[in-house]
């Protein structure tokens, strides 16, 4: 045997011992949901706030679990557990609809200050980037812009969440390549008439005929990400205007979004007599409130 294909052989056997690792290690919660990162949710999640109780409590389960699991690091910015929690919803709400789903390559989320470019310079001139997935020395990892992400769940209305926009792209990756069809998702079948579709979609917006964030133009790729950002913050809006996008997203993500009542939950406010949304049993007014 030469040395280049023992080297080969040992890089495929050190790549599968350490999916294998991954495989094994994902830990479960155990512990109760903190009040307190309940309320964070309510006030700040338009999504979990349209989920039913039983809902809520799977949806609780599983960003509890992606935070025990995955590492998330502030750099040049203090990160809270608002931040936490934002990163943590971003992720699951894509594979809501695929309880067994796990990032299982995905080891930490990195939070920069602001927008930054491509050399992760956070100041100067030249930064237009608020999120991408890393590869090469910086696979496993996620950079957001802090100051994106926040504005993402505080705009509902947009059509924009940085967050939901790269946890897409790592699911586009699971495959080995991001390119706008994520076969972990989508059986073979479905994914001709959805490439058919995408190019469609972006021969629209190059016509100015599509209210899709013109991004999505760019590249297949860049069109799945822009859309499921669309799927989950105007759901109502994307079935009307674009009834086979909104179809086929409904396919992809196993959820169907528009019976969801996102629109008007973004407006509601926790009255002083209601129940306080931490779940304690108190009204507001004596618990979260005061």
């Not at 809501?96 to 990195?110: K, R, T």
Request: net charge positive; hydrophobic share 35%; proline share 5%.
């Amino acid at each position: 045997m030469n040395t280049t294909l023992a080297i080969l052989i040992l890089t495929v056997l050190v790549i599968i011992a350490i999916k294998l690792v991954r495989n094994k290690s994902v830990k479960k919660p155990t512990k109760a949901f903190p009040p307190e990162w309940r309320m964070i949710l309510f006030e700040r999640v338009n999504y979990y706030r349209a989920l039913d109780e039983a809902e809520k409590g799977r949806f609780e389960y599983e960003v509890q679990k992606f935070l025990l699991n995955k590492k998330v690091t502030g750099i040049k910015t203090e990160i809270d557990d608002i931040d936490r929690l934002l990163i943590a919803s971003g992720a699951v709400m894509p594979i809501f609809g695929f309880p067994q789903w796990d990032y299982l390559h995905l080891d930490e989320v990195i939070l920069y200050p602001s927008l930054f470019n491509e050399n992760h310079e956070t100041s100067g001139d030249g930064r237009a980037i608020k999120g991408m997935v890393g590869s090469g020395y910086m696979d496993g990892k996620m950079i957001l812009s802090k100051a994106s992400l926040r504005h993402g769940f505080k705009n509902t209305t947009d059509k924009k969440n940085v967050a939901i926009h790269e946890f897409t792209h790592l699911i586009d990756k699971t495959d080995g390549k991001i390119d706008g069809i994520p076969k972990v998702i989508m059986d073979n079948q479905n994914a001709l008439p959805w490439f058919d579709l995408i190019i469609k979609n972006i021969e629209d917006i190059y016509q100015d005929d599509s209210d899709i964030n013109p991004y999505g133009a760019t590249d297949p790729s860049e069109f799945l990400a822009v859309a499921t950002e669309y799927f989950f913050e105007r759901p109502k809006l994307m079935k009307v205007k674009h009834p086979e996008l909104y179809h086929a997203m409904e396919i992809i993500f196993n959820q169907k979004m528009a019976q969801r009542h996102l629109e008007s939950l973004s407006k509601k406010k926790t009255g002083r007599n209601d129940p306080c949304p931490c779940g304690s049993g108190k009204k507001h007014k004596h618990c979260c409130g005061k």
